[in-house]
């Protein structure tokens, strides 16, 4: 019952998160249809503001919302891999199920693949050090003698990120897979995914390490 209740956290988390990112972009692009700096500002406050909001609702139960904090925590030893594989699953399928309801949201169809390519060096690059700096945040927040500090810290520095990232820092695998399927302003071709998640885990594992460097200590498994 007990992983029940994680799972559904993290399915609902991740749908919320994903339809605050692609329904926002959707929006900027209709409200602000020729200047897409303002576009990106509108959708990284908006992405900023609801992972604040959703961490802060959902951190009690589970708050990953992101295959790769999870796989950390699994490295960390805080989760069994039976729990990581399913809150990865649940996840995904959430993130699949908010960019669907972000579509029919904005009376479009509820699935358009996207043909927004990205990638090239600067691109995938920015990817890895987006993630890496989301792992350093998040377990470096949950250290703090503050824990509810973390929505806040990884809030800010999502909305940061989106600007000081050349790739405006999708950071997540399960997001990344769910964008391929809206053919908008936050969408992302299924081409790009691949080297766009192989540099997310890349950036997951060097977060790692450094984790294990700056906080040997870790918390008992959950």
């Known amino acids: 019952m007990r992983l029940v209740r994680l799972a559904t956290a993290e399915a609902v988390g991740t749908a919320f998160l994903v339809a605050a990112v692609v ?6 692009h209709r ?4 200047d897409v700096g303002l576009q990106l500002l509108e959708n990284s406050l908006a992405t ?3 992972l604040v909001a959703l961490v802060l609702a959902f951190q009690p139960v589970s708050a990953s919302f992101n295959p790769v904090v999870t796989l950390v925590e699994r490295a960390l030893g805080l989760v069994s891999t039976t729990t990581a594989a399913t809150l990865v699953a649940a996840q995904v399928v959430g ?4 960019v669907v309801v972000a579509n029919l949201m904005f009376d479009l169809d509820a699935v358009s693949v996207s043909t927004h390519d990205r ?3 600067g691109q995938l690059l920015g990817e890895v050090v987006a993630t890496l700096g989301l792992v350093l945040v998040v377990f470096g927040s949950l250290r703090s003698a503050r824990v509810e500090t ?7 520095y999502i ?3 989106y600007w000081f990232t050349s790739s405006t820092s999708f950071a997540n695998p399960a997001v990344t897979i769910a964008r391929t399927l809206s053919d908008t302003f936050a969408g992302i071709a299924p081409s790009s995914v691949p080297p766009f998640v192989l540099m997310q885990l890349l950036g ?19």
């Open 204 to 222: 997951g594992t060097l977060g790692l390490a450094l984790l294990w460097l700056l906080h040997p200590r870790v918390q008992e498994a959950r």
């Open 119 to 121: 990638g090239g060096g």
């Open 23 to 28: 329904g926002s972009g959707i929006a900027a």
């Open 48 to 50: 900023g503001a609801v």
């Open 159 to 161: 909305a940061a990120a």
């Open 31 to 34: 409200l602000s249809p020729d």
């Open 95 to 98: 993130g699949l199920v908010g």
């Open 150 to 156: 973390v929505a806040f810290a990884v809030g800010g």
